[in-house]
């Protein structure tokens, strides 16, 4: 099999790469840039812009499968982040040509990876794939409008889509919220954590990864994209993620009350990545023959085990 991966050098492609070449499986990257490749094996220079994807005349022959994990994503507070024009352009419109071209060159499928956050950062329920849509900003709003755009490419074409829509991912190499709370976690002190913030779904990056390979494989029908909400089982707050980290290091979970009842209370239904979102990942399992994680609490632990935890949420 050979795949080409977008994306390929980020957070999710790195571990993705890794994971194929464990199976014997060719993964290709597609660089931006010319003169990117740098000589290195299995890496393609392709054109700076996504969006000139169409024009470039270094498509590699027989490509089983894309999977397209590029997208333009900056952390709250970093340059473009909230710029729903270049936030558009990136992610909806690269995906849109990327789309485009692997239907011209009748690629058999295309995996896009969204985010669970098309339907909303809070949830007072099961959040399932029936749920409404609700992108709360920027980012959500192009990923969710690339998920349009790659059904338009792909109606009427002899390849298979699939949307997978996962919620934070933490794993080697990421950031976000479990980051912060891995630092904490690190700290000798206890922590006033205690009600703080809502129960929230994370993934591994392992289990994103498995669920991605599961789709290379999974029976899909040309022309369609089905979207999947993609989580791990064991739904945590943040004090029950600092204590899932801590019992990785070796640690007592060194968590207390949070001071003030009312605020308790407050923070709790606070919104953002402190309000409860927990996802329902029993679709994703059943159409891609996936199974995700049982204990979102072990798999944190056995990743705190493995070194200094810098995850991704």
Do not use: C
């Not at 609700?134 to 980012?139: E, L, T």
């Not at 990056?205 to 089982?233: N, R, T």
């Not at 019992?247 to 990545?273: D, I």
């Amino acid at each position: 099999m050979r795949v080409l991966i977008t994306g390929a050098s980020g957070f999710v492609g790195r571990h993705l790469r890794a994971a194929l070449a464990r199976r014997g499986v060719e993964a290709l990257a597609l660089a931006r840039g010319f003169g990117a490749a740098g000589g290195s094996p299995n890496v393609l220079a392709g054109p700076a812009d996504l969006n000139d994807i169409g024009l470039w005349n270094g498509w590699p022959g027989s490509i089983d499968a894309v999977v397209h994990l590029a997208a333009l994503n900056p952390s709250r507070g970093e340059a473009g982040w909230g710029d729903e024009a270049a936030l558009m352009r990136a992610n909806a419109d690269g995906t849109a040509a990327i789309a485009a071209r692997a239907a011209r060159e009748s690629v058999p499928r295309l995996i896009l990876l969204s985010t669970a956050k098309v339907h909303g950062a809070s949830a007072p329920g099961l959040v399932t794939e029936a749920g409404a849509l609700a992108p709360p900003d920027a980012y959500a709003r192009s990923k969710l409008a690339a998920e349009a755009r790659l059904r338009e490419a792909l109606a009427d074409s002899a390849t298979a889509g699939l949307v997978l829509r996962p919620v934070p991912v933490f794993g080697v190499g990421g950031r976000g919220l479990v980051s912060t709370l891995g630092r904490l976690a690190h700290l000798p002190a206890p922590l006033p954590l205690g009600g703080m913030g809502g129960l929230r779904s994370l993934v591994s990056v392992e289990s994103l990864v498995a669920a991605i390979e599961a789709g290379l494989a999974a029976p899909l029908q040309a022309g369609e994209a089905p979207a999947l909400l993609v989580a791990d089982e064991g739904p945590l707050d943040p004090a029950g993620i600092v204590a899932a980290l801590r019992a990785g290091l070796g640690r007592r979970p060194g968590v207390l009350p949070l001071p003030l009842g009312k605020l308790a209370a407050r923070v709790a239904g606070a919104g953002g990545v402190l309000a409860p979102f927990v996802v329902d990942p029993a679709e994703a399992a059943r159409r891609l023959d996936w199974a995700p994680r049982p204990s979102t609490a072990a798999a944190l632990a056995e990743f705190a085990a493995r070194g200094k935890p810098t995850p991704n949420g």
